[in-house]
């Protein structure tokens, strides 16, 4: 099994330059259509230069070979394995003894590279791209955090109304009071900052007015305040990390900032948000897996007399490739709101291949 033959590499190379091939017209067609016709707009209206978008549409390549990673090998392996097929070459290797299994060996050889790659793209490739285009960076955004103390009760509330590159600007702080009416809480203070400075153990209001408020609801004085403080310790560091990272896309992070992130959510008590992430971290490790699943997926599909007909593996193929990418939101939404588990939720589709498998291999009677 580990002797590596003749056999053994004249497939890899049939397999891999079948992949290679499909990956470069997964790419041409994914991009061709929206991207391609924004950078050509772009240049023509000398809203950018030629050089700034070449420079875009490098960095639109990694996006896309993620997702085009496992497609290639899909379509590669089952393209060359149903070519071996209708020239009996697939027959004459099982007729000198080899195993089916053992002549996909270099195949899924292929597929466990190619999984690595796909890892480090997602980890490395797609956030640095991401970043390099400025994605996101130039929206404003908007962030409401409340402190509790630790019996869950609010003692001080956060409210941004503008968060851009350029900092933290318009602050509303609601510190509420310790009496509360039967449905709700009272505040015994409100402050209005015009912007905050993060420090390193802090969050500095330069300057603040502040509206003094009785139990009754009714403002009874108005101050002037200078550098008030708020959020200290760690908390100042993780609130600013959930609003900094609180509209990016999972894409935006490496795999130790989804960590980070997703530990923050969790120490913070956003439920949501936290089971969001962490079956996005799941995924980071998960999706490539479908490169060497897809591979043997391939292999068998591909597998078929001579004078069968080729339709219904490439068929069965594209159906599952729109299946796994059109239900992944709809497992990250049965996720985000706790109907499955988050590992459940990114693992099922690679449970799904698993036992595809094994039903392919058995209708095949491999």
């Given amino acids: 099994m580990l002797k590596i033959s003749i056999f053994d590499k004249y497939i890899f190379k049939q ?18 259509p929206e991207t391609l016709v924004k950078v050509i707009k772009k240049v023509l209206t000398d809203s950018w230069t030629l050089v700034e978008g070449g420079k875009y549409l490098l960095y639109e390549l990694p996006k896309v070979l993620g997702k085009a990673i496992p497609v290639g090998i899909l379509l ?3 393209f060359t394995f149903d070519k071996l097929s209708k020239d009996s070459e697939l027959s004459i290797l099982r007729g000198i003894g080899l195993s089916f299994t053992r002549i996909m060996a270099p195949v899924l050889v292929l597929g466990l590279a190619l999984s690595y790659l796909c890892f480090l793209v997602s980890d490395q490739m797609i956030p640095y791209a991401s970043k390099a285009t400025g994605e996101g960076a130039r929206y404003n955004k908007h962030f409401v955090y409340i402190q509790k103390n630790e019996h869950q009760v609010p003692e001080t509330g956060v409210i941004i109304s503008n968060f851009a590159h350029d900092g933290i600007k318009n602050l509303i702080i609601i510190n509420f009071s310790s009496e509360k009416y039967e449905d709700a809480m009272t505040f015994k203070s409100v402050l209005f900052a015009p912007e905050a400075i993060v420090k ?15 139990k009754n609801g009714i403002y009874t004085d108005i101050n002037d305040i200078k550098n008030y403080k708020i959020l200290e310790g760690k908390l100042s560091k993780d609130v600013f990390k959930m609003i900094e990272n609180s509209t990016k896309k999972e894409r935006f992070f490496t795999t130790k900032e989804l960590k980070e992130y997703k530990d923050i959510l969790k120490e913070q008590d ?16 998960l999706h490539p897996l479908t490169c060497l699943l897809f591979a ?25 490739i729109f299946a796994y990418y059109i239900t992944l939101p709809f497992f990250d939404l049965m996720a985000q709101k706790g109907v499955m588990w988050p590992f459940l939720a990114a693992a099922f589709p690679i449970i799904a291949f698993i036992v595809s498998i094994f039903m392919i291999k058995k209708i095949k009677d491999l």
């Fill in 270 to 285: 956003y439920t949501d948000e936290y089971n969001y992430n962490l079956a996005k971290y799941y995924q980071r490790y």
């Fill in 76 to 78: 590669g392996s089952l």
């Fill in 200 to 214: 390193q153990d802090y969050w500095l209001l330069p300057k603040a007015k502040e509206y003094k408020i009785n």
């Fill in 15 to 32: 397999v891999f330059q079948a992949t290679l091939v499909c990956l470069l017209l997964f790419m041409i067609v994914w991009i061709a």
């Fill in 296 to 320: 043997a997926i391939g292999c068998l599909l591909g597998f078929s007399p001579p004078r069968s007909q080729r339709l219904v593996g490439f068929t069965v193929a594209v159906g599952m």
